[in-house]
């Protein structure tokens, strides 16, 4: 089968001359029948449909009107007089509807009757947002936004560095990092070099694979420690620790129904300094443990506003009531840690330190809520 790859039509131009005669335009009487889906060819869809009498086109027969449309978009195509099955684009992990009419040089004809299918995942547009903030003398921190056409189920971000030759640059060093979440948008990139340049590129990753990505150089100027501006920080009790492919790869799975029933966010929760941000963890989740030690995540949210956000930083934390705080380890490398052994039936009082050179700013105190009844933890200790 030879396929016609259609053509766009942003707006219609009809001769407005006044026909006499037999050769007067009229509105096509007929409608195309038997239109029908073949099958997806990369971001298009395959469909054909029948020829129509050209009596019934009553007038200069011009070719077709495709339109496709889905609950928030529409397109319309316009197909020569003599093709009958074409290419066209759908629109993206969802549902979508196509008719298709005849045209001729005044009027469109009656619409053959609408198909519909359900439009696979493709690549997401890369993040229209992409910025940097220095954190001392080794890392930058990275922000991003979700991409405006997520196209699927976004599972993440794929983050490239590479160092830079002059504005050659050096492929062979380029360091790959996945950042999972689709809400997860930021990371911290460290081990870097003072006055060297890099470059760096952030692309949405669903499950029909990586997008267009956005990119950045980078380049660190010495740095003197001094006092860093307050921190903030948000949590996650019941942190999941299970390999992310493979939850990815369920996500994936589902149908586009299905996910929409399905939470895929981590339900974070963030001190009183977050406004409008505040996320209270959801009381739909079944407690399946039987102990209430469970891994908590807290993620260093650097206040980037201000010219020194800090470099590092730990956590201290410690039982509602007791005397003396757990200091955590530093945390070097990334810009989140895992609280071990954390007992999720009690409330926790934390505080986030960022730490440069000898300079230390602590956050806000935040409490934790008990997320599991205390007769239950008194009947396991």
């Known amino acids: 089968m030879i396929l016609f790859r259609s053509?766009?039509?942003?707006?219609?131009?009809?001769?407005?001359?006044?026909?006499?005669?037999?050769?007067?335009?009229?509105?096509?009487?007929?409608?195309?029948?038997?239109?029908?889906?073949?099958?997806?060819?990369?971001?298009?869809?395959?469909i054909k449909w029948d020829s129509v009498d050209p009596a019934s086109v009553r007038g200069t027969f011009r070719g077709y009107l495709i339109r496709v449309w889905n609950h928030a978009l529409s397109q319309v195509y316009a197909i020569?007089?003599?093709?009958?099955?074409t290419a066209i684009q759908f629109f993206p992990y969802s549902r979508n509807f196509i008719t298709?009419?005849?045209?001729?040089?005044?009027?469109?004809?009656?619409?053959?009757?609408?198909?519909?299918?359900?439009?696979?995942?493709?690549?997401?547009?890369?993040?229209?947002?992409?910025?940097?903030?220095?954190?001392?003398?080794?890392?930058?921190?990275?922000?991003?936004?979700?991409?405006t056409q997520p196209n699927g189920v976004l599972i993440g971000y794929d983050v490239y560095c590479a160092e830079m030759r002059g504005d050659e640059v050096d492929e062979r060093s380029t360091i790959r990092y996945f950042v999972t979440g689709s809400e997860n948008l930021q990371a911290k990139l460290t081990g870097l070099k003072a006055e060297t340049k890099y470059y760096v590129q952030v692309a949405g990753v669903n499950c029909a694979g990586e997008g267009d990505r956005k990119a950045i150089e980078v380049e660190l100027?010495?740095?003197?420690?001094?006092?860093?501006?307050?921190?903030?920080?948000?949590?996650?009790?019941?942190?999941?620790?299970?390999?992310?492919?493979?939850?990815?790869?369920?996500?994936?799975?589902?149908?586009?129904?299905?996910?929409?029933?399905?939470?895929?966010?981590?339900?974070?929760?963030?001190?009183?300094?977050e406004k409008g941000k505040i996320v209270t963890v959801?009381?739909?989740?079944?407690?399946?443990?039987?102990?209430?030690?469970?891994?908590t995540m807290i993620k260093w949210i650097p206040d980037v506003t201000s010219d020194n956000p800090g470099e590092y930083f730990y956590v201290k934390y410690r039982i509602k009531g007791d005397p003396e705080y757990i200091k955590s380890t530093p945390q070097f490398d990334e810009d989140y840690m895992i609280l071990e052994n954390f007992n999720a039936c009690v409330n926790y009082e934390?505080?986030?330190?960022?730490?440069?050179?000898?300079?230390?700013?602590?956050?806000?105190?935040q409490e934790t809520p008990a997320i599991m009844f205390m007769h239950q933890y008194h009947q396991h200790h």
């Open 221 to 273: 100027e010495p740095h003197e420690p001094y006092p860093p501006s307050m921190p903030s920080f948000k949590y996650k009790i019941d942190y999941n620790l299970t390999d992310k492919e493979e939850q990815n790869r369920k996500k994936c799975n589902r149908t586009r129904l299905q996910n929409s029933f399905q939470d895929w966010e981590d339900s974070w929760v963030l001190g009183n300094g």
């Open 100 to 147: 298709v009419a005849v045209r001729n040089d005044k009027y469109v004809g009656p619409r053959s009757q609408a198909i519909s299918f359900e439009a696979p995942q493709t690549e997401p547009n890369m993040p229209h947002l992409f910025e940097h903030y220095p954190l001392g003398n080794h890392s930058v921190l990275l922000q991003w936004s979700v991409p």
């Open 282 to 295: 959801g009381s739909k989740k079944e407690w399946s443990h039987t102990s209430c030690l469970v891994n």
């Open 7 to 46: 053509w766009i039509i942003l707006g219609y131009l009809f001769r407005t001359n006044v026909y006499c005669g037999p050769n007067r335009e009229l509105i096509p009487l007929e409608a195309p029948a038997n239109l029908t889906f073949i099958d997806f060819d990369d971001r298009d869809v395959l």
């Open 80 to 85: 020569p007089p003599d093709v009958t099955s």
């Open 350 to 365: 934390i505080i986030l330190i960022a730490v440069d050179g000898e300079y230390e700013t602590e956050s806000e105190m």
